[in-house]
């Protein structure tokens, strides 16, 4: 998934800094938060799954792999070394918590 980010990137001169990816992240990130806040009516009713959540989704994932790309970061190699603390912690504590 990243290097299709990373090749839409380039096809549409869509580079950015480090800063601007993590920006457009947390960015994106409050819109889910929005979507799904909206969802609930503000808490008066039970969430309730949309399109729009699973966009804002689609679009989380997107900055994140557009900023583990401007990091130079691997971000398959970093979701396995989470797994593998979590893992760890889980197994030493009975819970994933830090």
Do not use: P, W
Not at 73 to 97: M, P, W
């Amino acid at each position: 998934m990243q290097k299709t980010v990373a090749d839409f990137i380039s096809k549409y001169q869509l580079h950015s800094d480090e800063i601007t990816r993590y920006i457009d992240l947390t960015s994106e990130v409050g819109e889910l938060g929005k979507e799904i806040i909206r969802s609930t009516n503000y808490g008066k009713k039970d969430f309730a799954k949309s399109n729009h959540i699973a966009d804002e989704i689609g679009d989380c994932i997107f900055s994140l792999l557009a900023l583990c790309s401007a990091l130079d970061i691997d971000a398959e190699e970093a979701l396995s070394a989470s797994l593998l603390k979590y893992e760890t912690r889980f197994t030493q504590k009975g819970d994933i918590g830090s």
